[in-house]
């Protein structure tokens, strides 16, 4: 979502990237800075946890299951 195509489309699991819904996207694609863009206050591990709001309830808090993923994906 941060560049457009100029021409043709971009597509995701067959998919126009462009007919799906933002969280949908979210859940299946990440990015992750290599640079400054992310405040030094942030340790990887809140990184990596921040990386399954996607799959949340709006307001709710990362339970064990989440905390698993995200210990995996470090590891």
Do not use: Y
């Amino acid at each position: 979502g941060l560049l457009r195509p100029q021409g043709g489309s971009v597509r995701l699991e067959g998919r126009d990237l462009a007919a799906l819904p933002r969280q949908q996207i979210a859940r299946r694609i990440a990015v992750a800075p290599q640079g400054a863009a992310l405040p030094g206050a942030f340790t990887g591990w809140e990184v990596a946890l921040a990386g399954r709001t996607p799959h949340l309830r709006p307001l709710a808090q990362p339970g064990e299951r989440d905390r698993a993923v995200a210990r995996r994906a470090l590891d």
